[in-house]
């Protein structure tokens, strides 16, 4: 069983910059595609980034390319979410998400493992 545990969440102005951490337990970690995605109050859970957990291919929605970087360190099975420049419509829950598929979803229901997510709050 892998536990993917969120951290770093925060009010910040905008403008400003946040670093999330999600750690996994378990030594299947560098295994898995590992994603970020956001949950704002009254809408669907959106993709924000994607990393391959074999070429560290990374990918991004539109609304964060620029501005928000993912990193992993597979020794530490810690991925992060490096969010600059951040903007009101940043404001939500941020999770991490495992898969176990060999490619890099962006797609929500091809996740396996969840965080239990961290609050990020943009003031302006």
């Known amino acids: 069983q892998v536990q993917l545990v969120d951290s770093g969440g925060g009010l910040v102005q905008a403008g400003g910059s946040l670093r999330l951490s999600c750690v996994a337990s378990?030594?299947?970690?560098?295994?898995?595609?590992m994603a970020w995605f956001r949950q704002a109050p009254g809408k669907e859970r959106e993709f924000v980034a994607a990393?391959?957990?074999?070429?560290?291919?990374?990918f991004y929605a539109d609304s964060v390319k620029g501005r928000f970087t993912m990193t992993r360190d597979n020794p530490k099975n810690t991925v992060y979410l490096q969010m600059n420049s951040v903007k009101s419509e940043d404001t939500a829950v941020y999770y991490c998400?495992?898969?176990?598929?060999?490619?890099?979803?962006?797609?929500?229901?091809?996740?396996?493992?969840w965080g239990q997510g961290t609050q990020v709050t943009v003031s302006s």
């Open positions: 998400a495992g898969s176990t598929l060999n490619s890099v979803p962006t797609i929500k229901a091809l996740y396996n493992f």
């Open positions: 378990g030594d299947v970690f560098t295994t898995f595609a």
């Open positions: 990393m391959s957990h074999a070429t560290r291919e990374t």
